[in-house]
């Protein structure tokens, strides 16, 4: 049973577009969901997260949008540019459950110049 | 200030062997969670250490064990290695009782079972 379902798995964009990327979670028990964002041979680094208390958070040029009724949350990246291009993971934990992440199959998103 | 540092970087092992993995954790954290990603897929939680017990554990079978040090290092094992287990397997530390927002990556381990 997968618990947090990412799409789509993979996108490109010309730079300058804003690429989008949903997940939709199931356990209404989560509280946290983090986007992350992985290059070739490194580990996942937080990019933003968002906790279900409020609906949008904007970090320079990413804005988490979250509708709790939906269970869905999305990530944009505005302005996008070819160093964007990577693989990104939404993911859900819930209180408690520290270093405990779901994660979904991830994005790859290349950005062309 | 190192941050999560893992060794070795690749690994290649042989269906039926045994093989171990290393993690130090970010200078001031004292937990470790370690995680399966496969290729084309998200990382999965493999189980956390803290204490030097096992906190958390995922869905993975008994061969897959693991250590942590009173100097809070961290090591993943893996008994009868399958095919299946080819993976990256990336560490993940954190001082106790903080949000995950604190949570860090290592770079991982690429294992290949041959």
């Known amino acids: 049973q997968q618990q947090v379902k990412q799409s789509p798995q993979s996108l490109i964009v010309q730079k300058g577009g804003i690429p989008i990327i949903n997940c939709a979670y199931e356990?209404?028990?989560?509280?946290?969901f983090p986007w992350y964002q992985q290059f070739p041979g490194k580990g996942p680094a937080l990019l933003i997260a968002?906790?279900?208390?409020?609906s949008e958070k904007k970090e320079g040029r990413f804005t988490i949008s979250f509708n709790k009724s939906a269970k869905q949350f999305s990530l944009h990246i505005m302005d996008s540019q070819p160093g964007d291009s990577a693989t990104y993971f939404c993911?859900?934990?819930?209180?408690?459950?520290?270093?405990?992440?779901?994660f979904g199959k991830g994005t790859k998103l290349s950005v062309k110049p | 200030d190192a941050g999560v540092t893992q060794s070795p970087t690749h690994l290649i092992k042989t269906r039926g062997q045994q093989v171990t993995l290393r993690c130090s954790p970010k200078s001031g954290h004292d937990t470790v969670s370690w995680y399966q990603q496969a290729l084309g897929q998200g990382p999965q939680f493999i189980f956390q250490?803290?204490?030097?017990?096992?906190?958390q554990r995922g869905n993975f079978p008994d061969r897959f064990s693991g250590h942590q040090f009173p100097n809070y290092s961290s090591e993943l094992n893996v008994n009868a290695l399958l095919l299946g287990d080819s993976a990256l397997y990336l560490c993940?530390?954190?001082?106790?009782?903080?949000?995950?927002?604190?949570?860090?990556f290592g770079s991982g381990t690429q294992l290949s079972v041959l």
């Open positions: 356990n209404t028990a989560f509280d946290y």
């Open positions: 968002i906790r279900p208390d409020v």
């Open positions: 250490y803290y204490e030097e017990e096992e906190r």
């Open positions: 993911a859900a934990s819930r209180d408690g459950s520290q270093g405990n992440l779901i």
């Open positions: 993940a530390s954190s001082l106790a009782g903080q949000s995950n927002e604190k949570l860090f």
